[in-house]
């Protein structure tokens, strides 16, 4: 039986970058640019103001204190945007708002703080400057911020906002991405129902159908809900059969070794079967191969499976451990690694048959150190304990016992450390403890 890490090797060299497609630039927030981006303009565009004040030339106010102002003549007022660009003589001043592009001859800025404006009119002829500063002082440069020409942000990069606003700020208002991945869902049971419907004796509703597609969509792809497939090969390789034109097919349910199991038969017809059982816990049987597909133009193509246990923990974590990389790597992004920390366990875990142990807990920060502390019992068709959890401690192969006060390393669903209960008061923003 493979272990995680043969398994996910082997998933990912099933798996490409899709292809790129231009897109506006706000609806590229996580996704990944495709090419690299140069500007062809200068930021800023000329030397301007970094503060409001007044543009002087350094050398007229040497020596210049509270005590000893320096007169200066106001020739006028540069507001920012202002294309007005009188000369600064000698012996003369031009007041000067942030942003306003730096006048011909002056080489500095006076805040108007280190001067007397404040007691003078708005339009007084005069001012006196009650500090010596040197040349370039509040003085943002031309092309301070990037050069024209220059690259801004290279291919491969994630669009986070900073990198919206750097795009919007070079005018560009769509750039080529890796596509999202379009990826197919499909829960399996005969017992399964969706939630839409009144609930009949001795069924259940299709939680993994939902779970999954919200993975999906919190990882960058766009899910299709497919539904429900019976237990039987037909119905499932007639959803299959449905399903493609997409990325990459999930399904849940189905891949144990129980009678109705025909998830891994299904796929060597319709496909390849590549391997059905990894060492972890939850989600030992889980299927990967690669279905027969179909381009647009009707040519074919294989399109990644992913065939999910039908408990839903186990579902949810086979999900993080497989399809989540695969998702990111389709979307271009290159690093697949799941965000740890390591922890001190409050709780004794197990682990008793050589399978890498992912145990549902909850991480919060205590004196500056994260703790874990499981949710309760780990079984895997209990998926509240799923939604209590911020984190699976993972414990490796081979370790037997983790005592309580051991360092363990802590794989992070969400980086939230939490809402507080009902009946708890929330915290100021202030007294959170910074990570
Ligand atoms: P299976 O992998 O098909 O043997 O299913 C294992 C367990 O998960 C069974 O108890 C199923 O009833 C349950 N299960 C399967 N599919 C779903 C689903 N879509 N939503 C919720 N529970 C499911
Ligand atoms: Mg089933």
């Not at 030397?47 to 350094?58: E, I, K, L, Q, T």
């Not at 159908?209 to 993975?215: D, H, K, N, R, W």
């Not at 065939?307 to 690093?335: C, D, E, H, K, T």
């Amino acid at each position: 039986v493979l272990s995680v890490d043969e398994a996910q090797d082997i998933v990912l060299k099933n798996i490409t970058t899709l292809e790129a497609e231009e897109r506006p630039i706000l609806d590229c927030l996580g996704q990944v640019l495709a090419a690299d981006i140069r500007s062809t303009i200068t930021i800023p565009p000329a030397d301007n103001s970094g503060m409001d004040g007044f543009a002087v030339r350094a050398a007229d106010i040497a020596g210049a204190g509270p005590q000893s102002p320096r007169i200066l003549r106001v020739i006028g007022v540069i507001p920012a945007g202002s294309s007005f660009r009188p000369e600064v003589k000698p012996g003369t001043a031009a007041r000067i708002m942030t942003g306003g592009v730096l006048p011909p001859g002056a080489d500095a800025v006076v805040r108007f703080e280190d001067t007397d404006a404040r007691q003078r009119p708005e339009d007084a002829a005069e001012v006196g400057i009650l500090a010596a500063v040197a040349p370039g002082n509040e003085v943002r440069r031309a092309g301070g911020d990037i050069q024209a020409g220059s690259l801004v942000l290279a291919k491969g990069t994630l669009i986070r906002p900073a990198e919206v606003g750097v795009l919007a700020s070079v005018g560009k208002p769509r750039v080529p991405v890796y596509r999202q991945p379009s990826v197919a869902v499909i829960a399996t049971g005969d017992e399964i129902i969706d939630v839409n419907r009144p609930l009949p004796a001795g069924r259940i509703y299709n939680s993994n159908g939902y779970s999954v597609a919200a993975l999906v969509r919190r990882y960058g792809g766009i899910p299709r809900r497919l539904g429900i497939a019976r237990d039987n090969e037909s119905t499932l390789a007639a959803k299959l059969r449905k399903a493609r034109g997409v990325d990459m097919v999930i399904t849940s349910g189905g891949v144990s070794q129980g009678d109705y199991d025909i998830v891994r038969r299904v796929l060597a017809q319709e496909g390849e079967l590549i391997f059905w059982q990894v060492r972890a816990r939850p989600g030992k049987p889980v299927v990967f191969g690669m279905l027969k597909g179909e381009n647009k133009d009707g040519s074919p193509r294989r399109v990644p499976f992913l065939g999910l246990s039908g408990n839903p923990v186990s579902a949810m974590v086979n999900f993080q451990l497989f399809a989540r990389p695969a998702i990111m790597n389709m979307m271009g992004r290159r690093n697949l690694h799941q965000p740890a920390v390591q922890a001190i366990t409050d709780d004794e875990i197990e682990n008793t048959d050589g399978r890498r142990f992912f145990a549902r807990a909850v991480i919060t920060k205590r004196d500056g150190r994260y703790s874990a502390r499981l949710t309760g019992p780990q079984g895997s068709s209990l998926l509240t304990s799923m939604a209590l959890a911020n984190g699976l401690v993972v414990v490796p192969e081979e370790t037997r016992l983790v005592k309580r006060g051991e360092t363990v390393s802590v794989m992070m669903l969400d980086w939230n450390e939490g809402e507080p209960l009902p009946g708890e008061r929330s915290q100021a923003l202030s007294s959170t403890h910074p990570v």
